[in-house]
């Protein structure tokens, strides 16, 4: 499975992944789950919103055990970002039937659509439609970078737009969702545990800044006449840095948008993206808003507008803390070892599905170790054993939580 999938959307240059939704590399994919769940002999669906389920047993019977991730990719991304999640639900349920288990509730495995926002802007659309938490109108008025609308690049894609929205139906099904991820940090790394269970997702948001100015000629233009929006961002950029550090959190300036674009050009506009995320809500807030004043005041400096736009936000998730006892029960299985959970549990500063879905079901992660902690990039990497332990661990979970 792991070989089948690595060439889908692997870019010759960087050698990274351009698995955007609802592109080529987006529909290989889809393709690829779908054998995947048919050559198990799974009932095969596409729900209101694009996400892919492959169901064994009655999904009508209610309280199935749901597991899965998603298969795009941030531009450039890694192979494991996502794609592991899917693939070792597959294979855990291989390592089931295996084992002879007989199932006593429905098992779904679930590729959920658009996850990353790479080319709409928003993460964890298909996810958030499911839950109601992106209204219809509101995805119908995202567009990529070349102006391509949602709705166009789904029916593109030969999906229907007029169709999605809220599936409260669906989610009434589930009675557990479990979510196996690549670490993105080097927590397990530094501890020595192949397999973590998630505490909680970090508040975490972006901000577009807008930072207006006057285009004009950059070889006979003075200094002193001037309202180059470009230097009230780049120190915006070390203001982010530094506040992030006085307040133990991280904020990034990602993505950058200009205007005019020439290089013998003052900009007129400089459009630049900030993430941050932070452990608590109030150390988040601070740091913002600590950005925010250091941006104006650089603006006015500079005689150039501002405007500070909040595109997407995710308050804390703490995950269901049943769901997630219980599988520190099964994975440990002696409980505690000298007054300590035999599996680690960790949080985490990156928004998954599980976040998304935390509102409505019982959600729960798994992680598996990442030995650089680099994600979102090329270099990203999980060893194969740990890989298999991952695997070995996820159908644990599932044998516990659905063949009793």
């Not at 070792?88 to 007989?102: C, K, Q, W």
Request: hydrophobic share 40%.
């Amino acid at each position: 499975m792991w070989r089948e999938l690595l060439p889908v959307g692997r870019h010759a240059d960087s050698q990274g992944y351009r698995r955007y939704a609802w592109t080529g590399a987006d529909a290989e994919c889809r393709v690829w789950f779908r054998e995947q769940a048919e050559g198990r002999g799974l009932a095969y669906e596409v729900d209101r919103n694009g996400n892919q389920w492959a169901w064994l047993g009655d999904p009508d019977a209610g309280d199935a055990v749901v597991t899965g991730s998603h298969l795009d990719s941030v531009p450039d991304g890694g192979a494991f970002d996502g794609p592991l999640g899917v693939v070792s639900s597959f294979a855990a349920l291989d390592e089931l039937r295996g084992r002879g288990v007989r199932f006593g509730k429905p098992l779904a495995i679930v590729n959920f659509g658009d996850e990353e926002g790479a080319r709409f802007g928003l993460a964890c659309v298909g996810s958030r439609l499911t839950a109601g938490q992106l209204t219809v109108d509101d995805a119908h008025r995202l567009t990529d970078g070349d102006g391509i609308s949602l709705p166009r690049a789904m029916e593109a894609a030969g999906y229907d737009p007029d169709a999605i929205g809220a599936d409260p139906g669906r989610l009434a099904r589930i009675g557990a969702f479990v979510e196996l991820h690549v670490e993105q940090g080097r927590a397990l790394d530094l501890s020595g545990d192949r397999v973590g269970i998630a505490s909680a997702i970090w508040p975490h948001g972006r901000w577009r800044f807008d930072f207006r100015g006057e285009a004009n000629h950059a070889g006979t233009t003075r200094l002193a006449d001037r309202r180059d929006p470009m230097l009230s961002y780049a120190e915006t950029v070390l203001a982010a840095r530094r506040e992030a550090e006085l307040a133990g959190a991280v904020a990034t300036f990602g993505k950058i948008a200009v205007e005019p674009n020439g290089v013998n050009a003052i900009p007129s506009l400089v459009r630049g993206w900030l993430d941050s995320r932070a452990a608590d809500q109030g150390t988040l807030d601070t740091v913002v808003g600590g950005v925010e004043r250091a941006a104006r005041a650089y603006a006015a400096a500079h005689g150039t507008d501002l405007d500070v736009v909040r595109e997407s936000f995710t308050p804390v998730v703490e995950f269901d803390h049943a769901l997630r006892d219980e599988l520190a029960r099964i994975l440990g299985k002696d409980g505690e070892r000298d007054g300590h959970l035999t599996v680690p549990v960790l949080g985490t500063g990156a928004g998954h599905d599980a976040g998304i879905l935390s509102g409505s079901i019982p959600t729960a992660m798994l992680f598996v170790r990442n030995p650089t902690g680099v994600s979102h990039s090329p270099a990203e990497f999980a060893a194969e054993d740990d890989c298999v332990a991952g695997v070995l661990a996820l159908a644990d979970v599932l044998e516990g939580l659905a063949c009793r």
